[in-house]
């Protein structure tokens, strides 16, 4: 009786993976964009406290800094871990995971940007 090997899985392996594009394009253009990043304000409207976002800073790493929690995980803007209710102001959005209409009420805190002087939102 001759043995089964199991220990190479029966799938056809591609070298490039064409899925895995939308993703890299996604990290090039914010790649691209931290080069132009400004610094801004966030407000948060439940505390009325502000927070300065420098050049460079992800909102989620200024609210950590401030002692403020949020939640974060991918810090790649592909999970939707750190996404929150955007009240005012407009958006930078460097996320993969928020459609159209979503980005008009909610950012990503690890990724996404403020194209105004400052941001509002529900935190
Ligand atoms: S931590 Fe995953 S999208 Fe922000």
Redesign the pocket.
């Known amino acids: 009786m001759k043995a089964a090997c199991f220990c190479v899985p029966a799938i056809n392996w591609r070298a490039d993976p064409g899925h895995k594009e939308p993703f890299r394009a996604a990290r090039m253009a914010r790649v691209e964009n931290t080069m132009s990043d400004q610094a801004f304000d966030v407000v948060l409207a439940r505390s009325g406290r502000t927070v300065h976002v420098s050049a460079g800073q992800s909102i989620a790493n200024a609210l950590l800094d401030a002692g403020i929690d949020v939640a ?12 929150v209710p955007l009240l005012a102001g407009e958006a930078d959005h460097r ?1 993969t ?1 928020l459609g159209d209409d979503e980005q008009q009420r909610a950012i ?4 996404s940007r403020a194209r105004t002087p400052s941001l509002t939102l529900d935190l």
Do not use: I, T
């Not at 974060?72 to 996404?83: D, K, P, R, T």
């Open positions: 974060v995980a991918c810090e790649e803007g592909m999970c939707g871990a750190c996404v996320d995971v990503a805190l690890c990724c």
